[in-house]
């Protein structure tokens, strides 16, 4: 029984990102209250302390490059001579942010976040790398995507639109996701990871993380939230001109202390994993 | 893994001579004309195997091929670029290179550099205990050499001349690093923030700064000072005398690579070894007392020669007897032989040495050392500086190019996956990997050490039925062997 366990500690800390996302997505970007405020800004000042409550985070960060790049190897991408375009959703203190501006490959990054304290801290973050700095490389905004203005042309769209560890704190998904897709370019990924409603993680996120090792306040887990693979496959077939041809992928990780994150197939199906879905060109 | 000394406090408090003055105003940044110092990908101090081999390998890997790179090095580095000594003369510093170390300088086009003429490879080795001789164990790898002799220029000059072929990089040379401090504080609110960079003022005077600085800066290695990360160990009370020796001609003798033999014989001071270089010549090392290897150091050549000889066919008894004479070894030896009836047979004895080479006899003082972590925010430890070895497995050398080979691998798949080089949580890879395998290493040689230095009854008896049990088995032998041959783990 060691996988439960395992999990219950990868998604209290990823929950740590979602928590600010989660009503600012639901209801609008000024809601939010003062206990979520003060709640996140603890989190906030320990955001990129390699040992602090996002280092579950900062381990996982390597696996999502991997994922995409899985899927690119699916589908051979034709944009990339320009490099590739990034939008990330829910982008926290920038982890997945600065990691995708640094490669070489990336024309720009645009991370956008509707708490003003997480943009605050990425911002702050990213002065530390002087690559960062160069003109038009990263860009965070403080808004939901519901306040991004949707783009009209291919060019204005992205090569990948990622949703880390964000739908499972959305009270609406279909809304939500619906709202994303527009962003993506012809032949792009929708990118996103959460974590699946089974036993094992109600057992892991609400029992254990919760209640029993109370990692994380009660109630900031909503179970029924949590989706599933085959609701998010069911979603994006009643979608048109997605995922044609073999363009989508789904993959489970799971964390093994002294291990680290580790890709698993089939582990989807009980725990956190990955999900991309490509736009059909 | 071990709990990390937390960073800022320590650094500050260390060591006086490597401050801190992050918290201090920085009014020379302030009032000066704001000219930043160059920002380095990486910066490597220490320009010895471990650091130049570092670079080699982050210039021959295709993601980090492109990174900014500074080296740092005390000694000015044109000898070691021009170094030639005619073919009948041998550096004193010489190692054995392990086929994976070996494996690793080819894989970044080193190997092909080396001047072949100089390397020695042995197929054999021949262990056995000072005080009971009759239990002798022997290795033996017919198919591919146990290791490879090296001298540590030779290697160095390939190291700098593969280097001259890649992308250039900045070189101070016959320069020293003069202090290391955090970077300068930010100049306003939303500016550049390179705060933890650690930022090196060099002895000329010039100031740069780190993404990611490597300590390749043996054992008294200033970048650990600076990044406050405890060393632990000991002295060993026992110095290492190196020589390059010349065996006796032999008649009708075809130079055969692979019936080469390394030998090395334990004695209660320390373990004697003679390694093979090409032809008729060999390295010495010898680890003994202080004061011994004082006395070693003043003998005339014949009596050094004498003394050695004796060191490989003596009882302890007669041998520390002849180690007291200030004169007269040869005699002493050539009488105490014939009376214990020593049998010269080259499968278990070396050959007799004819002389020894002028001005090759030196010592170095023999250390153990650990630090606690390889890796602190912005700062890794390779080689002599991370951790430094007995040399009686000569390992030491091959332990660093370890650290390299996985430190590179580090810094790729960290360039890869888009982090920054110098982030602590990246850079932990490289300090799991390596730090519990060198750590094993380091029991290993030390416990070997301690074993080897009682001269009590029973511990002999036990000892040498331990080395006559390992060479009656087999899997054990090949564990073994695997280790010396750096194979293992
Ligand atoms: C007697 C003896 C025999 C040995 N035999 C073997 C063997 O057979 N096989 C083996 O594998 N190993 C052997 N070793 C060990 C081996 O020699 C060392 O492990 C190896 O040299 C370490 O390499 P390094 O690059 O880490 O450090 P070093 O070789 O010590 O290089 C450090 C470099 O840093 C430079 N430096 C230091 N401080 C500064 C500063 N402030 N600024 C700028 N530069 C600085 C120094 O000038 C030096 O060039 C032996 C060692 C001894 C003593």
Partial sequence: ?281 | MRARVPYSASRAKFHPLWTCHARQPHTRYATAAPLRPEIYDVVCVGGGPAGLTLLTAIRSTPATSKLKLALIESQDLTPARTWKLPSDQYANRASSITPKSEAFLSQIGVWPLIDPTRLQPYHHMRVWDGLDSSSQISFSSPSSPIATMAENSNLQQALLQRLEELAPFSTFDSTKVASIEDGPSPSSEDSLDLSSYPSLTLSSGEKILARLLVGADGLNSPVRTYAGIPTRGWDYERHGVVATVKYLERNNHHGDNKSVIAYQRFLPSGPIALLAMPGNYATLVWTTTPSKAAKLKTLAQEDLVALVNAAFRLDNVDLEYMSRLDGGHTEELNWRSRVAGVEEDEARIPRWVDSVQQGSVASFPLRYRQTDTYVSSRIALVGDAAHTVHPLAGQGLNMGLADVQSLVNTIEYTVKHGGDIGDEMYLDRYNREMWMQNNRMLGVTDKLHKLYGIGWGPVVGIRSLGLKMVDQLGPVKGWLMKQAGGIGT
């Fill in chain 1, 1 to 281: 029984m060691v996988a439960p366990r395992l999990s219950a500690l990868g998604n209290c800390s990823r929950l740590a990102r979602g928590f600010h996302a989660l009503r600012s997505y639901a209801t609008s970007s000024s809601s939010v209250n003062p206990t979520e405020v003060s709640h996140f800004n603890a989190l906030a000042s320990t955001w990129w302390d390699p040992h602090g409550s996002s280092r579950l985070l900062h381990l996982m960060n390597p696996l999502r490059h991997d994922f995409i790049s899985s899927c690119h190897a699916l589908k051979p991408h034709s944009t990339s001579q320009e490099g590739l375009r990034y939008l990330d959703i829910g982008c926290g203190g920038g982890i997945f942010a600065e990691s995708a501006a640094r490669l070489p490959n990336t024309a720009t990054v645009t991370a956008i976040d509707p708490s003003m304290g997480v943009i605050e801290v990425a911002k702050q973050h990213a002065r530390k790398d002087p690559i960062l700095q160069e003109p038009g490389r990263l860009e965070y905004l403080n808004k939901a995507i519901e306040d991004l203005e949707v783009p009209q042309l291919p060019k204005e769209q992205y090569d990948v639109v990622s949703l880390f560890e964000v739908v499972e704190h959305i009270s609406t998904p279909a809304v939500f996701l619906t709202s994303c897709l527009p962003f993506v370019k012809p032949g792009g990924w929708l990118i996103l990871s959460t974590i699946a409603r089974t036993w094992t993680s109600w057992l892991t996120t609400k029992v254990v993380a919760e209640d029993v090792m109370g990692l994380v306040p009660r109630g900031t887990h909503d179970w029924s939230k949590y989706i599933n693979e085959h609701q998010l496959r069911a979603f994006f077939e009643a979608q048109d001109g997605w995922g044609a041809n073999g363009g989508m992928k789904v993959l489970g990780c799971v964390y093994v202390p002294g291990i680290g994150w580790r890709m698993v197939a089939g582990g989807e199906r009980w725990g956190n994993y990955f999900f991309g879905i490509r736009r059909d060109p």
